[in-house]
């Protein structure tokens, strides 16, 4: 059985830092695309950035600077750094991975990937 769960969420205030886990059990993610979403109330869920198995990485323009995605496949996990948070951040963040191995492209629509986690809270608070 896939799970992934993600870890680190938070509440911080404006400017503040936080860094997000996501471990994966069940099977072995390191040949593949791995991502990072949130969805705020009343809002889609929306993209934030993914890194492919090589380690090339793609961040939304609204985080791009302020994130950093990063995986450990040694340990099966990704990580999202966030520095220099806003309110508009807060949202509950998703893990997804995607099934299908060796795929250089980032995916950015949220069906496009295979396996999620239950979410966790991040709150900045203004």
């Known amino acids: 059985q896939v799970q992934l769960v993600e870890s680190g969420g938070g509440l911080v205030q404006t400017g503040g830092s936080l860094r997000l886990s996501c471990a994966a059990s069940?099977?072995?993610?390191?040949?593949?695309?791995m991502g990072w979403f949130r969805q705020a109330p009343g809002k889609e869920r929306a993209f934030v950035a993914g890194?492919?198995?090589?380690?090339?990485?793609l961040y939304a323009d609204s985080v791009k600077g302020r994130f950093t995605i990063s995986r450990d496949n040694t340990k099966n996990t990704v990580y999202l750094q966030m520095n220099s948070l806003k309110p508009e951040d807060t949202a509950v963040y998703y893990c997804?991975?995607?099934?299908?191995?060796?795929?250089?492209?980032?995916?950015?629509?949220?069906?496009?990937?295979?396996?999620w986690g239950q979410g966790t809270q991040v709150t900045v608070s203004s």
């Open positions: 997804a991975a995607d099934q299908v191995p060796r795929r250089l492209r980032v995916m950015t629509t949220f069906n496009q990937y295979d396996y």
């Open positions: 069940g099977r072995t993610f390191s040949n593949n695309v």
């Open positions: 890194i492919n198995w090589s380690g090339g990485a």
